[in-house]
Structure formats: structure tokens, C-alpha cells
């Protein structure tokens, strides 16, 4: 089996060879680890948002920007995925599922170490049966302050890796590389929805997404409703699989917001609010996609479900 880690250390090393031509900033921990700010206390780029979702799915995917027309006055970039593993890339990397920290500095990792770690309270990598063993470690970050010498000696304990050999990348909610990276968890989101539903992604074969990065604003509130606003009700995913066609039915309207959604038609800041501002209060329905389709390789038929909803993106992103 490859190493996913190894596979993302030349997203890494093309970060660490000219950090500043990217707006970024790398420090070193006193334990040696290595800490890149992507976008927290440094400007970052287009460039840096897409090697960081890049090493989030473990660099497993083609990620590229692409074009998102709002309305006639209006249109954003959009970030595509195009992925043929999403149980490993997503499962056992992109989605973020390892706390780690205590106290004032707890946080929620996402990235490929997540596969070394295996930690029990990690419960989307129980997902996937892939495992990794590598003598480095890189984790994503979105917070808003720099990781210290403790977080990082925690991420080698659980690895197994030196401190020196502990990868960081971070950024905070109010830059591009975290607009970008949130909004490019489409094939995630879609995966662990169909799991609960019933039907394993396992028998995806291949699949795409794409959705808008949501426009950065320097209020952490309103950029948190904006990012997920951008996959609740602008995203949208592809799926060829090798599956029943009554499967299929079964579990596609469930995947879709418009349809499965207990507070479809809210922007996601006052859902938000309403959880008091807690991630884990909201309601786990309402992380779904806004649109799917899927292509059924054994008997040719196609399905979709959902819709974009442009006015409520419009409300989100213009306001």
C-alpha cells in the first residue's frame, strides 16, 4: 500500500522551497517541528490555498480553479476536485476529525497523519480501512493561533515520527487558502453522508465536485456562514458508480440539502448562532451538498437530485 504522507511531502517540500513567493511564513518549534502559515498571520496566495487543500486530500486529487457565474453582476472562482480514491483521500485525510490540544489550544486536524494516528476518538477514520506508516507526519490546521511545542509532540507521539520530522500547515477562517479548502470538501461531505445513508462509497469508481470560494471577509462570523453557505447551496458533485440502480435511489435524495436539510433555507450563520456558535451543535444534516448526480456504470442510467440555490448565495456572499 502507498503512504499517503509520502505521497503529500512534494506538496511540502514545493511549499518549504520558496515560502515568501507564496505569502507564506514557516517557522521552527523548539522541538524541531516545522509550523507554515498559510494564511493566519501572513497574506497567503491562490497558489498556497491550492497546495494546502492539495495536501489535505493527501494529494490525491486534481484540484484546479475554475469559474462561478452568481448572477449578471456577479461571479466567483470556483474550486474543482476530480478524485478517484475518496475513501482514502477523504476518509482517511481531508476531513477533519483529530482533536488534538487542551485547554486554550484545542483544535481539530485534518491531513494525512490522521492515517498514522488512528486515534479512537477519530471517528471518520474508522471509516476506511487505510493505514499509513511513514517517518514524517503533516497535518492542516484552521484555527487562529500558531500550534506550539505540546501540539506538535502530540502528533509525533501518536505517528510515531520524530518531532523534527512533524509537518504543520495552518491558516485561519478569513483568507483564501481556507475559503478554498472548505468549499473543495464537496466530495467529503458527500461521502460521509451516503455512509449514514446506507450506501458504501466503497462503490464509487470515480467522481468530481465543484463549488464557489466563498468571497474572504475579516469577520471570523460571517466568513464561517460564507464557507459553508458555498457548499451547502453552490456545490455540486458527480459520481460514477458500481452499484444498483435502487440503491442509487434510495440514498440520492438523501444527500442533497434541499431535500434532507432540517434548516434548508437558512444561511448558515444564523444556524450558526442558534448552535451557540459551537460547530458540533449544528444539526448533522445540514452538511450536505446543494446538487448531485451519479452514473451508474453497470446498467448506463443516471440519476440527480438537489438544486443550486442562487438567492440564498446571493443573501451570503453580498451582504
Known sequence: MFSLTKNVMGVVDEILKDPEAIGCQVTRLGCGATVVDMGLNCKGSWKAALLFTRATLGDLAIVQLGNF?????????AVEVFLEQPMIACMGSQIAGWSLGEG????????????????????????????????RAVVCLQDIRLPGDDLAKEVAAACQVKPENVYILISDSTCITCSMQVSARIIEQSCHKMMRNGFSAEQIVMCRGRAPIAPIVKDELKTMGRINDALIYGSEAEFWVDAKDEDIETVIHKMVGVSSSPKYGELFVDVFDKAGRNFFNVEVDVHSIAKCQFHNVNTGRSFHAGKIDYELLERSFLS
Open 69 to 77: 457565474k452568481l448572477n449578471e453582476a456577479y461571479s466567483f472562482a
Open 104 to 135: 486554550e489550544y484545542a483544535t481539530i486536524a485534518s491531513g494525512p497523519a490522521r492515517s498514522q494516528a488512528v486515534v479512537d476518538s477519530d471517528h471518520y477514520i474508522h471509516m476506511t480501512p487505510y493505514r499509513d506508516s511513514y517517518d
